[in-house]
């Protein structure tokens, strides 16, 4: 039986990290968890930090690093996180986050950073078409047909549009990809925790890929 884990998802907008987060979140019992969902429940309940982010959000653009790490630093303390481990999606998402997540995590240290690899070209036109179940993450993809209201399969939350996947905000937030976040690849690497994983093919195939290369590493 697979149980518990600790892992970081990277991967570019549009990889297909939410689909493989969900899965993977049910297969080891672990919660996921994805600092952009918790970051538009926060702007959805109009709290101090969501008020605070919702124009960066909004437009693509980066949350600062301090608010970041101390909404995840309080989130990992959580017991489930503690007991079970998770699965970090979205976060880190700068040299600062990893090197400051890697000082909170001494105890508990990660066992593999993984790197879900799709063309670039590949997934704008992915982003735009996206739905997301508000509630579990769930992702969808429309097709100029949807039921209005748009209810999830999985979960009976609303299926909705993000306000950022606008061409403007995807294409933003491609580039914020490239310049702030592929570093981290070179970051892992070095410390020998990455594994690279061929992100395209059918969810099922990817999903196998990661499990393997996660039972490889715990
Ligand atoms: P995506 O990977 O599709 O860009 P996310 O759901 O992970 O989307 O994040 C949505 C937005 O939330 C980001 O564009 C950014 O504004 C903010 N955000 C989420 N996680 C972080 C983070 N670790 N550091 C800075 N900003 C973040
Ligand atoms: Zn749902």
């Known amino acids: 039986m697979t149980s518990g884990a600790r892992l970081v998802i990277l991967g570019r907008q549009g990889a297909g990290k939410g689909t493989q987060c969900v ?48 909404l995840v630093q309080k989130r990992i303390s959580l017991d489930d996180a503690r007991t ?22 001494v105890d508990q240290p990660l066992h593999v950073v993984l790197d879900l690899v799709v063309p670039r070209e590949m997934v704008v036109q992915r982003l735009s078409a996206r739905r997301v179940c508000r509630d579990c993450g769930a992702n969808f993809t429309a097709s100029g047909v949807e039921p209005r209201p748009w209810t999830c399969e999985n979960c009976g939350g609303d299926v909705v549009h993000r306000a950022d996947d606008t061409p403007e905000a995807i294409n933003r ?43 490889a590493r715990r």
Do not use: C, W
């Open 84 to 105: 079970r481990g998770y699965i970090l999606d979205g976060f880190p998402r700068t040299v600062f986050q990893a090197q400051a997540f890697d000082e909170m995590s």
């Open 173 to 215: 937030r491609l580039d914020l990809y490239e310049s702030q976040t592929a570093p981290l690849i070179e970051f892992y690497g070095r410390t020998g925790r990455l594994v690279e994983i061929n992100g395209v093919g059918s969810p099922d195939d990817v999903f196998s890929r990661v499990t393997t290369a996660v039972d």
């Open 23 to 70: 899965r993977l979140s049910r297969h080891f019992v672990v919660p996921h968890i994805s600092t952009g969902d918790m970051l538009r429940a926060a702007v959805r309940e109009d709290t101090e930090v969501g008020i605070a982010v919702k124009e960066i959000m909004d437009t693509g653009g980066l949350v600062g690093d301090t608010t970041m790490v101390a």
